[in-house]
């Protein structure tokens, strides 16, 4: 069984920073991609960010320049600071890890989201 747990939400004003944390554990071989997406009420889930176990990285163009992503793959975590934060930076924000096992075989998985807040 695969868990990720996000930490590091809460409520800040507009302009300062917060910075995501993502850490996956159980029976896991190694991670492919893991990403950061967000869902603002009544909105789609739109991703934000992902990172190769490279370090290659892609971003939504609204958070280009903000955020940035990063990983550590010994300790099977993903990051995601972000600065400069806005009102419509507001949502539940989800990560997503595709996830090998010693079998060979993978699994997508999602933690239960963190909220973010950003006051005007």
């Known amino acids: 069984q695969v868990q990720l747990v996000e930490s590091g939400g809460g409520l800040v004003q507009a302009g300062e920073s917060l910075r995501l944390s993502c850490v996956a554990s159980?029976?896991?071989?190694?991670?492919?991609?893991m990403d950061w997406y967000r869902q603002a009420p009544g909105k789609q889930r739109e991703l934000v960010a992902g990172?190769?176990?490279?370090?290659?990285?892609n971003y939504a163009d609204s958070v280009k320049g903000r955020f940035t992503i990063s990983r550590d793959n010994e300790k099977k975590t993903v990051y995601l600071q972000m600065s400069s934060l806005q009102p419509e930076d507001t949502a539940v924000y989800y990560c997503?890890?595709?996830?090998?096992?010693?079998?060979?075989?993978?699994?997508?998985?999602w933690g239960q989201g963190t909220q973010v807040t950003v006051s005007s």
């Open positions: 159980g029976k896991i071989f190694s991670i492919g991609v």
């Open positions: 990172i190769m176990p490279s370090g290659s990285a």
């Open positions: 997503h890890a595709d996830v090998i096992y010693y079998t060979g075989t993978n699994s997508n998985n």
